[in-house]
DNA sequence: CCTTGAGTTGAAGTCCACTTCAACTCACAC
DNA sequence: GTGTGAGTTGAAGTGGACTTCAACTCAAGG
């Protein structure tokens, strides 16, 4: 009835490599049953699981902090649709400041292509003369002033 | 009149630690010359290059691919607005890439909000009767076919 | 001169997310 | 019952991008 999977099933559901599949566990990320014969035997919501840390992954985060996420779920009963949608939605906001930092590269990227300089963030201010400046789709400030990243932010010739 | 910086200077300016900066030296991403006494002297391209290995790399680009492409810059001259414009341009693609799929991602996970399902891609063509199916902003397949990538495609529960 | 902060080196360490290995044991079809 | 593919363990290795360390030298102001 429980109808658990093994780690080589449950590897290839999941896509994940068994080697993974023991690593995670030692994290603390799934968890597993064991046969009398000392092998893993996972329940199906371990599945639904490792689906979540790959999603996760994919959104930048580290296995600590997807434990501790996976950790918020109730021990009590198996996790509803709910807890799963609450979990995935808390890393919404991470995945939009993500996409919101690479399309803002990629217009500043597009924005000093024709100047070279590099800058980004820059290279309009600091070349208010340039035939380009204040033209065009790119080097738009997004943020009121990123002051908050000095990594590129300096004069760079 | 070359006004070279020292590593203590290409560092503030920059934003890269005196340590990253000699490693990059060891990999051969830039370059210095050297005083009498040994230390390192930068000319100001070298803050150029240094401001393109940070952007590539928020780029997703390896430190190995950044210096092949800085290899592809004219040796003889000083390399021109243009050629930074040309190796900045050549990562468009992947940036644009990058930012495709965490969008497909943040729409997927939008979309499986509702049914909590988590195996996105799949959700709405697993669930047909779903509510939620067909409709909204969320999980809409960009590509024609994306049979590359098992890693989650599998059903779930 | 002399002090002091900045710079030099190679080797080793760190962090993350795994993978690989050797030496076993289990589970199941025949 | 036996062969075989799947599973077990702890320890060590990998790869990328650095950082840290110890032991030393350089450069520049007072």
Redesign the interface.
């Known amino acids: 009835m429980p109808d658990l999977l093994t780690i080589g099933e449950l590897s290839?559901?999941?896509?994940?490599a068994p080697s993974a599949l023991r690593y995670y566990e030692r994290l603390g990320l799934i968890r597993a049953d064991r046969t009398g014969g000392n092998q893993r035997r996972y329940a199906?919501v371990e599945?639904?699981r490792v689906?979540?840390i790959?999603?996760s992954q994919?959104?930048g985060v580290s296995l600590d902090e997807i434990r501790e996420a996976l950790d918020s779920l109730p021990e009590a009963r198996t996790p509803?649709?709910?807890?799963?949608?609450r979990l995935?939605?808390s890393?919404?906001s991470r995945?939009?400041e993500?996409?919101r930092?690479?399309?803002k590269?990629?217009d500043d990227?597009?924005g000093?292509?024709?100047?070279?300089?590099?800058?980004?963030q820059r290279c309009t201010l600091n070349n208010p003369e340039d035939t380009l400046a204040g033209e065009g789709p790119g080097a738009r400030l997004v943020l009121p002033r990123p002051t908050d990243d000095?990594?590129?932010?300096?004069?760079?010739?």
Not at 113 to 120: A, N, R
Not at 150 to 157: D, E, Q, V
């Open positions: 290839a559901r999941s896509g994940v199906r599945l639904r689906a979540f790959r999603i994919q959104v509803s649709p709910q807890d799963w949608a995935s939605a890393w919404r995945l939009n993500r996409i930092l690479l399309t590269l990629r990227l597009d000093c292509i024709g100047c070279g300089c590099l800058s980004l000095p990594t590129l932010a300096g004069s760079l010739s």
